[in-house]
T-cell receptor
Framework: DGGITQSPKYLFRKEGQNVTLSCEQN?????MYWYRQDPGQGLRLIYY???????QKGDIAEGYSVSREKKESFPLTVTSAQKNPTAFYLC???????????????FGAGSRLTVL | GQQLNQSPQSMFIQEGEDVSMNCTSS?????WLWYKQDPGEGPVLLIA?????ELTSNGRLTAQFGITRKDSFLNISASIPSDVGIYFC????????FGTGTRLQVTL
């Protein structure tokens, strides 16, 4: 079945360490996204990519980095510069690449990062 | 920037009751989407709306794209325990914006 796979599901990190969250999709979608979810808040966009080897900052990109070397993969690195990294991270993809229009997103199951 | 107000923030209802929630925007949207998120999982698309005035059903769920294009409603009829979760609206204008979610809890 087609879908989005995020790993790991749970991750613990010490302060000062970089961590990388994996996101792989086999939906043949062009666009991929990373969102951050905190309790009581909506989903906030970190980065998105509409095509291989290209990506744009979202609303809260500071302290994060991404790469898009393959269409299927969009890993997110949470760097030590991110001041409050404990959160639930969601990866998504869509078939429509325009920033306007019907961006119907398919989400992965999420990765929960906890900083100790 | 675009803002989405989703209400209510949370609901406690009894099994069998009908549920209504809504989202309002400060600007006109071209598309409205409704997602449900189970605890510890990613959101799953319930209904997508593409035209003002559109009314779409998915089983016990019904959603409407407001005539003004600034609001949308989701109704759940005859709620059951598995309806528990967080329901998000999302709208697209220049970009996709998510509401803050409605947390639904169903008691037996």
């Amino acid at each position: 079945d087609g879908g989005i796979t995020q790993s790991p599901k749970y991750l613990f990190r010490k302060e000062g360490q970089n961590v990388t969250l994996s996101c792989e999709q086999n939906l043949n979608h062009d666009a991929m996204y990373w969102y951050r979810q905190d309790p009581g808040q909506g989903l906030r966009l970190i980065y998105y990519s509409q095509i291989v080897n290209d990506f744009q900052k979202g609303d809260i990109a500071e302290g994060y980095s991404v790469s898009r070397e393959k269409k299927e993969s969009f890993p997110l690195t949470v760097t030590s510069a991110q001041k409050n990294p404990t959160a639930f991270y969601l990866c998504a993809s869509s078939a429509i690449t325009g920033v306007s229009g019907a961006n119907v997103l398919t989400f992965g199951a999420g990765s929960r990062l906890t900083v100790l | 920037g675009q803002q989405l107000n989703q209400s209510p923030q949370s609901m406690f209802i009894q099994e069998g009751e009908d549920v209504s929630m809504n989202c309002t925007s400060s600007s006109i949207f071209n598309t409205w989407l409704w997602y449900k998120q189970d605890p510890g999982e990613g959101p799953v698309l319930l209904i997508a709306l593409y035209k003002a005035g559109e009314l779409t059903s998915n089983g016990r769920l019904t959603a409407q794209f407001g005539i003004t294009r600034k609001d949308s409603f989701l109704n759940i009829s005859a709620s059951i325990p598995s309806d528990v979760g967080i329901y998000f609206c999302a709208g697209t204008a220049s970009k996709l914006t998510f509401g803050t979610g409605t947390r639904l809890q169903v008691t037996l």
